[in-house]
């Protein structure tokens, strides 16, 4: 069963970037698809971007306000997955989840209905 902690959360000035980390800790890590979401109070949690179990196929900025500002990097070695944020906006403050699913494919780490692991979410503040 794989884990998932989340880091980097904090308060980041609007315009500025950020850098959140997810440490899976298994040794199937190379058999899950990754995500990451973010929920804001009171709402659902929706997808932000998600890599396939292998690595190479990555979706990036799912949804139109977040065209050209999110990225994911990864450390496969290190079963890290980076989600870089650049210029924040205020829509950018949110509790964001890592997550996994026993899958390849990146759009099934997209949705919340293929999720099996989620990590405990990491605060993410903007300062206007």
């Known amino acids: 069963q794989v884990q998932l902690e989340e880091s980097g959360g904090g308060s980041v000035q609007a315009g500025g970037s950020l850098r959140l980390s997810c440490a899976a800790s298994?040794?199937?890590?190379?058999?899950?698809?990754m995500g990451w979401f973010r929920q804001y109070p009171g709402k659902e949690r929706e997808g932000v971007a998600a890599i396939d179990s292998d690595g190479t196929i990555d979706i990036r900025d799912y949804g139109p306000s977040r065209k050209g500002r999110f990225s994911l990097s990864e450390d496969r070695a290190k079963h890290i997955l980076h989600l870089e944020i650049r210029d924040v906006k205020p829509e950018d403050a949110a509790t964001y989840y890592c997550?996994?699913?026993?899958?390849?494919?990146?759009?099934?780490?997209?949705?919340?209905?293929?999720?099996?692991?989620w990590g405990r979410g990491t605060l993410v503040s903007v300062i206007s």
């Open positions: 997550a996994a699913a026993p899958y390849r494919s990146p759009y099934l780490c997209i949705t919340t209905e293929w999720i099996k692991v």
């Open positions: 298994s040794f199937t890590y190379n058999a899950y698809c």
